[in-house]
């Protein structure tokens, strides 16, 4: 840890008062309609525009695009404590934050800056990210969507699949081939809305966990998108996906710590309560083992996490430090979470208790914003450079 040994453990008043608005609110807000909105698999559009008027849903934006100019330990604080009420909603708070808005602020220009950063730090729109396709998940060389020049617009043709907000977001940053033979060289990425005919959310999935969050297919049947909003120079789309995957594993890092402290939470809360034996769970030493190593990995966690929202907070390079961030803690939140509804036995199956929600969102962390075997790709080749 010599790059970060400046980097300190104790919140500023700043960052503790916003940690504790949004505990307040995941509580308050989130907590006792979590289970309603899974059920349903509606989106909670209501949680989302208060949401919006806290300023979480413009965490890294500056003021000046009417967003709360945080930084990303703010970010994951944020995306930790309503994680622990409702990991689907954290995502929806990631994924808005951190793909779709932070693209355009990273990379765009200033016209695509003031146009759609205010409705989305705001609220007032929803963002989502296309890269996955049908076809193309870990492999982006293998995207099919393309963008071809005419005039003074590009004619955009495509599909992109498991993309959060397909249906509810409004405004999209897509990925799409703009010259085949440079292979992901030759990939651009525009800004796109669906006031633009043929550009619409079709088919949601219906998932095994985070199932309020809105999870769906995007097509693009020639749709004519302005020049003016290709983002950076033809050919720097998957570049710049890379570095905006880097903070977006900030995120799921975040998340995947919240979750498995909510999961921890309920299994102590449990353990306290429940006899077995002539004694509570509490005091079983399996049990206690089972606590104790949920309790071990979710602050080894937490150190990956934050150093890197440091590093990233500090100008760093992260690429190395995001991946190890989030293959940790998305893999041990699914551990924590499986243990949790261990620890509750027959009861941790059902539905009277929050934990077996938790075991279904946590597997989706293993796999989104690059699978666990990616990360492990990442450090690899980071470490054997």
Known sequence: MNESSGMSMTLTEEQAAIQQTARDFATTEIAPIALQYDESQEFPHEVFKKLGDLGFLGILVPTEYEGSGLGYIEYALIVEEIA??????????????????????????????????????????LGAWG???PGSGSDASGMLTTAVRDGDHYIINGSKNFITHGNVGEVAVI???TDRSKGTKGISAFVVDKTMPGFFGSKKENKTGMRCSDTASLTLDNVRVPASHLIGNEGEGFIQALKILDGGRISIAALSLGLAEGALHHSINYAKLRKQFGKTLADQQAIQFKLAQMSTNIEAARL????????????????LEAA?????????CVQASEE???IHGGYGYTKEYPVEKLWRDSKLLTIGEGTSEIQRIVIARNILA
């Open 84 to 125: 622990k009420a409702c990991p689907a909603i954290a995502l929806g708070v990631a994924a808005h934050n951190g793909l779709c808005t932070n693209h355009i602020l990273m990379f765009g220009n200033e016209e695509l800056k003031s146009k759609y950063l205010p409705r989305l730090a705001t609220g007032q729109t």
């Open 131 to 133: 890269l996955t396709e």
């Open 175 to 177: 990925m799409a081939v």
């Open 304 to 319: 990956l996490t934050f150093r890197a929202a440091w590093m990233r907070d500090n100008g760093m390079k992260i690429t």
């Open 324 to 332: 190890q961030a989030k293959m940790f803690a998305s893999e041990i």
């Open 340 to 342: 949790a509804v261990q």
